[in-house]
């Protein structure tokens, strides 16, 4: 059979790529090497990790916040077999979901790993030996990426650990060693942290979080201090190794200086990620590719016509939902719409506790840039909701142009604030000032109102503070 699209890879932007096409009429098919669709995302990555995040929170809130609201339920028990439980149901629910939307929209699907073996030709080897050809009008390449570690940090997924294995420990550890303060070494480290694990983190750089807000960056470091993380920024790890306990970390300060070892039971290696792209055939097929990414146009096509990528193996954010936009935007192309990416309002979320969300600049951004702005804050102690809930911690920060009001970034550190920040996400994709949203009734009472407060404080008018 001869598919208008093949899709390679069914993670968030594949299969939506896979959906929204054959909405659009187009003959679609995907190829997916697991067993189970919904790529990393679903599988090792964005769900079961927010499922063991969501648990371990319900768990630390048993134990240290529900007396002080006057529910007194005794010391909390861990039951490590019934938190994996609800993690691996979770995912189970949504891979499955995915499946079944290729069902009702008459997407087939292949499984097996999929090799471009030139342009509207994809060949599909299965587990079982066989090799099935697809031919195919175009071609979508969505493989996603994969853990990138360091020279001498070896992961056998039981002592020293990728997200993957951290993810699937068979027990809590007493002691953890996290190495990167990025997002995904902080959520699985906090995730730990509330069970009972004494964790410490390793960074490279001498601040947590690279790319987000600076402010934000540094109140997030103190409240993950009080949390009981300890922190050993500006250290350059040398060496992991196996131990007769578990495994050993040897830094020294990148400045240069002595070096130090700390133990552990388990090691999480959390140094980033690199493009999915082994396998694919793209050097034989002729397709170009620059530090490891696809090269792609602004219209999601490679260098050879018919052929085309996204998500995180091609430039930009490696995130599930501008890998999600950026499949509906090439099956648009595709189908002879216009799609279209609006990459300045691509909102970023840290699902600690308190959560971090960010869309658009943040202010080191828009000073390197020289573009004048204004900064409106407004703190959650002042918040009515954020006291009866006992949430106080965190603030919110719109950023505006200085001379047009236009709201050209939001930082918000705060429960909840990946829900909080969708609000000016799509302000900003309206092109809306600090003014539009000061100027927005919000309900009373919530913690959507310190958005308003923080909009209405850049024009130094904020009420509750």
Not at 81 to 94: I, Q, S, Y
Not at 349 to 354: I, L, S
Not at 400 to 417: K, Q, Y
Request: aromatic share 4%; net charge negative; charged share 20%.
């Amino acid at each position: 059979m001869r598919y208008d699209l093949v899709v390679i890879g069914t993670g968030p932007g594949g299969y939506v790529c896979a959906i929204r096409a054959a909405q659009l009429g187009l003959k679609t098919a995907v190829v997916e090497k697991r067993a189970t669709q919904g790529g990393t995302c679903l599988n090792v990555g964005c769900i079961p990790s927010k499922a063991l995040l969501h648990a371990s929170e319900m768990f630390a809130a048993a134990a240290h916040d529900l007396p002080a609201l006057g529910v007194k339920v005794g010391k909390p028990e861990l039951d490590w077999a019934a938190m994996g439980k609800h993690r691996d149901d979770t995912v189970a629910a949504n891979v499955n979901g995915v499946a079944y939307l290729f069902k009702k929209n008459k997407v087939d699907a292949f499984h097996g790993l999929g090799t471009i073996k030139g342009p509207g030709i994809v060949e599909v080897a299965k587990e079982d030996g066989s090799v099935e050809t697809i031919e195919t009008t175009s071609i979508v390449i969505a493989t996603g990426s994969e853990v990138s570690t360091l020279p001498g940090m070896p992961v056998d997924e039981k002592t020293v650990v990728s997200s993957t294995g951290a993810l699937v420990l068979s027990e809590v550890p007493k002691r953890m060693i996290v190495i990167g303060a990025g997002v995904i070494g902080l959520e699985l480290g906090s995730v730990y942290r509330r069970l009972g694990a004494e964790v410490e983190v390793v960074e490279y750089l001498d601040r947590i979080l690279p790319g987000l807000d600076g402010e934000v960056a540094k109140t997030f470091h103190r409240m993950l201090e009080k949390q009981g993380f300890a922190f050993h920024l500006g250290q350059k790890v040398s060496k992991v190794e196996p131990t007769n306990a578990g495994a050993s970390v040897t830094f020294a300060p990148v400045a240069g200086g002595e070096e130090r070892r700390l133990d552990a039971d388990v090691v999480l290696v959390a140094t980033g990620r690199r493009p999915n792209t082994d396998g694919l055939g793209l050097e034989a097929a002729g397709v170009a590719t620059e530090r490891g990414r696809v090269v792609i146009d602004d219209h999601f096509q490679t260098n050879v016509p018919g052929i085309y990528a996204i998500g995180d193996v091609v430039r930009g954010l490696m995130l599930a939902h501008k890998a999600e936009d950026e499949g509906v935007a090439v099956a648009e192309i595709l189908a002879g719409q216009a799609g279209h990416v609006n990459y300045g309002v691509i909102p970023a979320v840290v699902y600690t506790m308190p959560e971090i969300a960010s869309v658009g600049a943040t202010e080191e951004e828009l000073k390197t840039a020289g573009i004048p702005y204004t900064a409106g804050k407004f703190p959650y102690t002042a918040n009515g909701r954020a006291r009866a809930m006992r949430h106080t911690e965190g603030f919110v920060k719109v950023l505006a142009h200085a001379e047009t009001d236009r709201v050209l970034g939001v930082h918000i550190i705060a429960a909840g604030a990946g829900e909080l920040i969708q609000e000016c996400s799509v302000l900003m994709e309206f092109g809306g000032s600090a003014e539009d949203l000061a100027r927005t009734c919000h309900a009373h009472p919530t913690m959507s109102e310190a958005v308003k407060e923080a909009a209405m404080a850049v024009d130094k008018r904020a009420i509750h503070v």
